[in-house]
């Protein structure tokens, strides 16, 4: 163990100098490499906003439960508690219809606040549901709408939750993708290392026949095949770094309304790229070893 430390410098020097020799092919092979995680970056970075997107509308999405207006305090306290009572339902809030109406004055100005200068209201008192998970909203709204004295139920609709479910699905595929490239990356490295020790099995053959151990001659390899990682994860890095950034500050941290927030440059864009740089050591570490292990065994 002693003597693989000590070598370890002369290994680095020795996986820089071959990377030097073949600077075309680790070249073209770090491209690739490049455009691969610069795809799955993309992706990650969809992914992570969309995750964000839905956690955000979920959070926003209530339950509006319409009461008829003749019912009495008690009436109200039972149907309140009856609401409570439904699997799923995390908290009912009451709201008056002055409540309502004053918020709808707030969101859309002077259109409605003609009725209160008149002293009309066409409003309802509400019971405002939120509920334990997105999911569970429709179950909860038709249960709501059977309890007597409620006029009506709404929460936005099927086109929430188709909008939640799509969101969903492509967080899901997006996985999937990004799963596909880190493949791709790893498939390149271990092509790149095992044409590289083909052009050297003879410098590997002689090695064997004075001796040399078998870390000593893998270990280069496992090298050459990290940096090369290593290098393709700079370019999709650098683009992160410096993109995302002024994407968020040109779009004021919004996508298209005030409904999708994007995430804040830091900590995401930290981590994102302290990933990246990971996962390009990673790809290159799992690709070289694999070519080093079913080739070099069989160079004698």
Same mark, same amino acid.
């Given at each position: 163990?002693?003597?693989f430390?000590?070598?370890?410098?002369?290994?680095?020097?020795?996986?820089?100098l071959?990377?030097k020799?073949?600077?075309?092919?680790?070249?073209?092979?770090?491209l690739?490499?490049g455009?691969a995680?610069?795809?799955?970056?993309?992706?990650l /970075?969809s992914?992570a906003?969309?995750a964000?997107?839905?956690?955000?509308?979920?959070?926003e999405?209530m339950?509006?439960v319409?009461?008829?207006?003749?019912?009495d305090?008690s009436?109200?306290?039972?149907?309140?508690?009856?609401?409570?009572n /439904?699997?799923g339902?995390?908290?009912v809030?009451?709201s008056?219809?002055?409540e309502?109406l004053?918020?709808?004055?707030q969101?859309?100005g002077?259109?409605?606040a003609?009725?209160?200068?008149? #002293?009309?209201?066409?409003?309802?008192?509400?019971?405002?549901?939120?509920?334990?998970?997105a999911?569970?909203?429709?179950?909860?709204?038709k249960?709501?709408?059977?309890?007597?004295?409620?006029?009506?139920?709404?929460y936005? #609709?099927g086109a929430i939750?188709?909008?939640?479910a799509l969101?969903?699905?492509?967080?899901?595929?997006g996985?999937?993708f990004?799963?596909l490239?880190?493949?791709?990356? /790893?498939?390149?490295?271990?092509?790149?290392?095992?044409?590289?020790?083909?052009?050297?099995?003879?410098e590997?053959?002689i090695?064997?026949q004075v #001796?040399a151990?078998?870390?000593?001659?893998?270990v280069?390899?496992?090298?050459?095949?990290?940096?090369?990682g290593?290098?393709?994860?700079?370019?999709?890095?650098?683009i992160?770094g410096i993109g995302?950034?002024?994407?968020?500050?040109?779009?004021?941290?919004?996508f298209?309304?005030d409904?999708f927030?994007?995430?804040?440059?830091?900590?995401?864009?930290?981590?994102?790229?302290?990933?990246?740089?990971?996962?390009?050591?990673?790809a #290159?570490?799992?690709?070289?070893y694999?070519a080093?292990?079913?080739?070099?065994r069989?160079?004698?």
């Amino acid at each position: 163990m002693t003597l693989f430390f000590r070598s370890l410098p002369r290994l680095w020097r020795k996986a820089s100098l071959d990377l030097k020799r073949h600077f075309a092919m680790t070249f073209s092979a770090s491209l690739s490499i490049g455009i691969a995680l610069l795809m799955a970056m993309l992706l990650l /970075i969809s992914a992570a906003n969309i995750a964000n997107f839905t956690q955000h509308i979920e959070q926003e999405l209530m339950i509006q439960v319409s009461l008829q207006p003749t019912l009495d305090a008690s009436q109200q306290e039972n149907i309140q508690q009856q609401l409570v009572n /439904i699997q799923g339902v995390k908290n009912v809030t009451y709201s008056s219809k002055e409540e309502e109406l004053d918020k709808l004055i707030q969101e859309n100005g002077d259109i409605f606040a003609q009725y209160a200068q008149e #002293g009309r209201n066409p409003l309802y008192n509400v019971f405002l549901i939120e509920a334990d998970h997105a999911d569970q909203i429709e179950t909860i709204s038709k249960k709501a709408k059977t309890i007597h004295g409620v006029i009506d139920v709404s929460y936005g #609709g099927g086109a929430i939750q188709k909008l939640i479910a799509l969101f969903k699905n492509v967080r899901i595929w997006g996985t999937l993708f990004v799963a596909l490239m880190i493949l791709l990356a /790893i498939y390149l490295i271990r092509n790149t290392i095992k044409m590289t020790i083909h052009v050297r099995k003879d410098e590997i053959a002689i090695m064997r026949q004075v #001796g040399a151990y078998n870390w000593f001659i893998t270990v280069p390899f496992v090298l050459e095949g990290m940096i090369i990682g290593l290098r393709g994860a700079l370019i999709p890095a650098l683009i992160a770094g410096i993109g995302y950034p002024l994407l968020y500050q040109t779009m004021n941290g919004v996508f298209l309304s005030d409904m999708f927030i994007l995430l804040s440059p830091i900590p995401f864009i930290l981590y994102l790229v302290a990933f990246l740089l990971l996962l390009g050591l990673g790809a #290159g570490l799992v690709g070289s070893y694999l070519a080093v292990r079913k080739y070099v065994r069989f160079i004698r």
